[in-house]
């Protein structure tokens, strides 16, 4: 379902020049686009022929309420089930998900490509890059609309 919508929306591109090999966190306020710049981000790797094989699972969906620690292996399990090759991983809001700092570094540890979005204070705090380990590049933001 994420796929479809993701795929055709349509985007006002901003500039934001990321490594191609690295996985990153995008922390900031609320509504400040950080959802679009993954959304983003998918479509740049579909149209490079890169990201034929994403997951993005958005944790503020009420259907996750109950979604906690050991469902996270589920995720995993789906998009092998799915894709003969590791997914790239997009979560959005995953704050929302107690312990989510210790799945993330385990991506991180066995070569998944993952971009992460969440906007509470822990995330906007600079410990966030201690606790993942700098397996991620954390970016953070106020606001990426172009006034």
């Not at 090999?21 to 306020?29: D, L, P």
């Not at 991506?107 to 890059?129: P, R």
């Amino acid at each position: 379902e994420n796929h479809e919508f993701i795929l055709n929306l349509k985007l006002i591109s901003r500039e934001e020049p990321l490594d191609p090999a690295a996985s990153y966190v995008f922390c900031g306020i609320r509504r400040c686009g950080k959802s679009f710049l993954q959304y983003q981000q998918i479509q740049q790797l579909m149209k490079r022929g890169q990201a034929q094989n994403f997951v993005y699972i958005n944790f503020e969906d009420e259907r996750l309420i109950e979604f906690n620690t050991s469902d996270f292996d589920l995720i995993l399990e789906c998009g092998m089930e799915l894709y003969a090759s590791k997914p790239v991983l997009f979560f959005d809001e995953i704050q929302n998900i107690d312990q989510w700092e210790k799945y993330a570094r385990r991506l991180a540890d066995n070569g998944y490509k993952v971009f992460i979005t969440g906007s509470n204070a822990k995330m906007l705090s600079k410990e966030i890059g201690t606790t993942l380990g700098g397996r991620y590049f954390i970016k953070e933001y106020i606001s990426l609309v172009v006034l």
